[in-house]
């Protein structure tokens, strides 16, 4: 008994033939996006046609032989190996922005992290004293409300002052509470799994004091609303609130930080309490101060912001609802150069300097009364280019980026405005300029600021670019080697079909539609992601290359195995092919294409079965390409007889080509 020999030559250059020419869509696919870009249904249909014309591929040359062979349970744990091998590899190259290659994979991988994101909440929030109490299944209702703020060191949380609408939780680093206006005298550190903000919430009472990183840390944000809407759902919060405010703590911080008297603070304790207890609210104990009724007469007369003239008078109450009215010393430092705009700011009285670090040769610019300052950097969520000092005692208003993020959703002429503001080049300009931003990401900010106005989402922060860019540098990379890893099942596929003399056309045009509109939407990605033509198309040429010469050695691999061995590496090729499948190609189609894509893999598969020849014709083509191989699990005297029989089919379907001793032969006999 011997084993089969190795596989000829032609039969490698032929895998690698095929290999090519099912991968040549994918430059193909890149090099169309300068010109051409295919409406997602089309793009859909082409990649379930291809996935469906793959699932034949699999159950016929693949799962059809291994099983024939006897080997199942080899086919079994090769199949089981090869999913799990792609779904790791998988994983592994989404977390380092390979899932941008499709848009299912985006949409699941932000998913997972979301789910991730949500749990981790849970977990931090649980170990604080202040949420101790809560059950699992209320961490989890609090966890989707929870935003993370990410800030360096030196970096101001929170103004004293400013309204209670938040508890912080501090997941990572350090933050120290400071008395206002002497940011030297240190109230307490908060360090770690500590939460600060929860009296000031409780209560409804402005901050009164200034929360600033000592560390570069990650705060998870729990807003008040969202602790408001868990009250009314969550009686161990509500008996937890209920202790608080029966217990000395509250009454010593309204009496010692907002200057009330004992007998003020025991009547609100005692209504806040039935309050609670009748209706799960707590009514607050201090409003706000903004001083509407000044600002209201400034409208008409605000300078260096025109954003905010003629406003309708209902958006005008909306601006007035959100301004917090605060007293500066003179010397003061409101903001500082190079620090993330949180807010900006309306002088009533006073004077405020702005220090230009690009011009310390000159004077400061002086602002005085009805002036804006710090407008153009709350927008863009960039940082302060100037230092601004409040020369003499001054009163202000201040807008929270957080409050016009609010208004920018709920006012519609003041949306539009800033959307006209947004789209001028003089707002690409200031990011160039003052910014120094590049040309294209300064482009790319005014686009997704526009996106996020039309969608109502809140601005993006273009301080927060740079880091982001960071995070997503090596994407280009992790798209190419995700299409890698997507290809190296179809190569073998491809390999193993050519060592058996069964490759289908359907499975290679197959490929070849499955190939083209993933490169086509990864290219697109790459594009945004800044990479130029040339490379992108070099990379694509790069894969196709690849595929061809691993089909070429799939192929070498496939002959030369033993049989129990070839069902295993069968199996292997099978299972990373059908996850692929299962993964990425058919929730991709359907992402895009909606229902009709269940037909058109139905069509493909049915091509790819109806392209095949017949079990006749492909004995005869067996027969004529000398294809006799024996193998360990076959007898010899059974292999002889098949050949018997094959010669006789051969000899049957050409009755033409027998000699005349043969039918001599034939009469005698």
């Known amino acids: 008994m011997t084993l089969p020999g190795p596989v000829p030559e032609s039969v490698a250059r032929s895998a690698f033939v095929m290999g090519i020419v099912s991968a040549c869509s994918l430059p193909l696919g890149a090099a169309t996006i300068r010109f051409w870009k295919p409406h997602d249904r089309a793009t859909a249909v082409l990649m379930a ?49 390979g899932f941008l290659r499709k848009a299912s994979t985006t949409v699941y991988h932000l998913r997972r992290k979301e789910h991730q994101r949500v749990k981790r909440i849970a977990d931090q929030i649980g170990r604080t004293g202040v949420f101790g109490d809560l059950s699992r299944r209320e961490y989890k209702a609090l966890a989707p409300s929870v935003r993370e703020l990410t800030v360096v060191r030196g970096a101001t949380i929170r103004q004293a002052g400013d309204p209670a609408d938040a508890v912080f939780v501090v997941a990572s680093g350090a933050v120290e509470l400071c008395k206002p206006g002497e940011e030297a005298l240190r109230l307490e550190q908060v360090r770690e799994n500590e939460a600060f903000g929860w009296l000031s919430c409780v209560t409804g009472t402005p901050t009164s004091d200034t929360a600033v990183a000592t560390a570069d840390a990650v705060l998870w944000v729990i807003p008040k609303t969202a602790i408001d809407a868990l009250v009314l759902n969550s009686p161990e919060l509500t008996q937890r609130i209920h202790r608080l405010l029966r217990s000395p703590e509250v009454p010593a911080y309204l009496i010692d930080h907002h200057g009330m008297d004992a007998d003020s603070a025991r009547a609100w304790i005692d209504e806040a309490a039935h309050t609670l207890l009748a209706c799960g609210r707590v009514p607050p104990a201090l409003p706000v101060c903004r001083n509407r009724e000044a600002f209201r007469e400034r409208f008409a007369g605000l300078r260096r912001f025109p954003l905010l003239h003629g406003l309708p008078p209902e958006e005008h109450e909306m601006v007035l609802d959100r301004l917090v009215y605060k007293a500066r010393h ?52 960039a940082r302060h280019t100037t230092t601004a000092v409040a020369t003499e005692d001054t009163t202000v208003w201040e807008l929270r980026r957080t409050d016009l993020d609010d208004l920018l959703r709920t006012a519609p002429v003041l949306a539009q405005r800033v959307r006209d503001f947004l789209a001028d080049p003089r707002m690409a300009e200031y990011l160039t300029q003052r910014q120094h931003f590049p ?69 290679i045009v197959g490929l070849f539609l499955s190939n083209y509109p993933e490169a086509l939407s990864s290219s697109a990605g790459m594009r945004q992601q800044g990479m130029s033509m040339v490379r992108i198309v070099a990379m694509w040429f790069t894969l196709m290359l690849m595929t061809g010469i691993v089909a070429a050695a799939g192929s070498l691999f496939f002959a030369g195995a033993e049989p129990r061995s070839f069902a295993l590496v069968e199996g ?61 699990s076959t007898p010899p005297r059974l292999c002889r007889r098949r050949s018997l029989a094959c010669s006789r089919n051969h000899a049957q379907s050409r009755p033409e080509a027998m000699s005349a001793a043969s039918r001599r032969r034939r009469r005698s006999g």
């Open 330 to 381: 003179g010397g003061e430092t409101l903001f500082h150069e190079n620090v993330p705009a949180s807010r900006m700011f309306f002088i009533e009285r006073g004077r405020v300097s702005l220090v230009d670090p690009l011009t310390r040769h000159r004077d400061p610019v002086v602002l005085g009364e009805n002036d804006a300052f710090g407008g153009l950097s709350l927008l863009t969520g």
């Open 572 to 632: 292997l090729a099978a299972g990373a092919m059908l996850t692929m499948i299962a993964e990425t190609m058919l929730p991709e189609a359907y992402f895009k294409g909606g229902p009709v894509i269940g037909l058109a893999t139905l069509f493909g598969f049915l091509v790819a079965i109806y392209s095949r020849p017949s079990n006749h014709r492909r004995r005869n083509i067996a027969c004529r390409a000398g294809i006799h191989r024996n193998t360990s």
């Open 49 to 97: 046609f291809g996935g469906g014309a793959l699932l034949a591929a699999l159950t016929i040359d693949l799962v059809g032989s291994a099983l024939q062979s006897g080997h199942c349970n080899a086919l079994a744990v090769g199949a089981v190996l090869g999913g799990l091998l792609f779904s790791g590899l998988d994983r592994v190259v989404n977390d380092f922005g």
């Open 439 to 507: 040309a294209d990401k300064a482009e790319r900010w005014c686009r997704s600021a526009l996106r996020a106005l039309a969608a109502h989402q809140p601005l993006p922060a273009a301080s927060a670019m740079t880091r982001a860019h960071r995070g997503t540098a090596g994407a280009p990379l992790a798209i190419f080697l995700g299409m890698t890893l997507d290809g190296i099942p179809e190569s073998l596929v491809i390999g193993a079909s050519v060592s058996h003399a069964s490759i289908s056309i359907s499975l």
